[in-house]
């Protein structure tokens, strides 16, 4: 596509379910990010992917987060055992070196 | 650990004057400094950026100016729009890495 999408664009869950948020990155960019905001705050680093090199996960706040990127293209950020803190606007971004494009955003909710 | 934030937290302006929206970082060995607007309900798309070689850097309408001395970078808006309402963050980093700062929310009134 023409630029990053995310998907869904939002998520109500309860406390305890897991959720998968989805990020397609622009074609042929070989780095994708995500990205946590939470209300009124900046963007929080989560985790940072570059081809086939081991990804950066440096900033999971915790081991119920993890992601994949599979093919070098298509990435998913899972939460297991969802917290109310958890709750929060979740972006993706792709890159090819500089600028981040950053997609719409996935919001979710956790109740 | 390193940090960057901005001095002032929300900004209103008269449509047609300048804004000027200032953000200080912390990390010396950042290389890279970027400005981003964000709409409500949006993603934050890409304004202006600028490599630590300069200090100076423009746009259309908008200006990033680098003091490496001081480590401050601002943004300048000429004759500010009323779509120009939004949140602006700066981001800074070296390589892949983004440090972001919270965001200054800037308002325009007509």
């Known amino acids: 596509g023409a630029g990053v999408s995310q998907s869904p664009s939002n998520k109500v869950t309860e406390k305890g379910k897991d959720v998968e948020l989805r990020c397609d990155p622009i074609?042929?960019?070989?780095?994708l990010y995500w990205y946590r905001q939470s209300l009124g705050q900046g963007l929080e680093f989560l985790i940072y992917?570059?081809?086939?090199?081991?990804?950066?996960k440096s900033g999971l706040p915790s081991d119920r987060f993890s992601a994949e990127r599979t093919g070098g293209s298509v990435s998913t950020l899972t939460i297991q055992r969802t917290q109310q803190e958890d709750s929060a606007v979740y972006l993706c971004a792709s890159s090819l070196g500089g600028e981040l494009f950053f997609g719409e955003g996935s919001r979710l909710t956790v109740l | 650990g390193e940090s960057v934030g901005l001095h002032l937290p929300t900004l209103s302006v008269q449509e047609g004057d300048n804004s000027i929206i200032n953000c200080a970082y912390s990390n010396s060995a950042s290389d890279y400094f970027i400005w981003y607007k964000q709409e409500s309900g949006k993603g934050p798309q890409f304004i202006i950026d600028?490599?630590?070689?300069?200090d100076k850097r423009q746009g259309q309408r908008v200006t990033v100016l680098l003091n490496k001395t001081v480590k401050h970078l601002s943004l300048q808006i000429a004759a500010t729009q009323p779509g120009d309402s939004a949140v602006y963050f700066c981001?800074?980093?070296?390589?892949?890495?983004?440090?972001f700062g919270k965001g200054t929310s800037l308002l325009v009134t007509p």
């Open positions: 074609s042929g960019h070989t780095a």
């Open positions: 992917f570059q081809g086939n090199s081991a990804p950066d």
């Open positions: 981001a800074e980093g070296s390589g892949y890495a983004l440090n």
């Open positions: 600028i490599r630590s070689n300069m």
